[in-house]
């Protein structure tokens, strides 16, 4: 490898990676191939659903050559599809937007922490807190997941 010219850092859809202007900006500056990014790209990333936005942290070196490394989607992207949402409140702390499980929060923790290299080291009640803060930044109620009422035979 030759020396080390730059870092950019990208969201892509997995497996969908296209020549755009946002690819194009980013990696004209450092003299790299779109093209043979895309392919790389999306030949690493086909077996994820094309709907995921994935973080891409690319490094470029001076013979124009590069590696990259694919990161899992922002932990908001997580949190709007577990709650349904299109998107957060325009004033949190003030407003809730709507309302997510616990139960949820744990799972996203731990896909959390086995995708991502550095969270896989963070034990899973830190990363719970984090994704926490999360939720109250994006106006989301965090709920106990209750079980429905049960029935109660009336019959007299």
Avoid at 106 to 113: D, G, P, R, S, T
Avoid at 134 to 156: A, F, R
Wanted: some cysteine; overall charge positive; glycine content about 8%.
């Amino acid at each position: 490898m030759s020396r080390f010219k730059g870092s950019v850092r990208l969201y892509c859809m997995a497996g969908a990676a296209r020549p755009s202007p946002k690819i194009g900006q980013a990696l004209g500056p450092l003299g790299l191939n779109m093209m043979q990014f895309c392919k790389e790209f999306n030949d690493r990333t086909a077996e994820i659903r094309p709907d995921v936005p994935l973080r891409v942290l690319l490094k470029a070196y001076e013979d124009r050559s590069f590696k990259f490394v694919t990161k899992p989607p922002p932990t908001t992207w997580f949190l709007k599809k577990a709650s349904g949402l299109e998107s957060g409140s325009g004033a949190p702390g003030h407003r809730s937007c709507g309302r997510i499980s616990i139960k949820y929060i744990y799972e996203i923790a731990k896909v959390k922490q086995e995708t991502d290299q550095h969270l896989q080291f963070h034990d899973l009640e830190g990363i719970v807190r984090m994704i926490c803060g999360t939720c109250q930044s994006m106006g989301l109620d965090i709920v106990e997941d209750t079980l429905p009422p049960k029935k109660i035979n009336i019959d007299l």
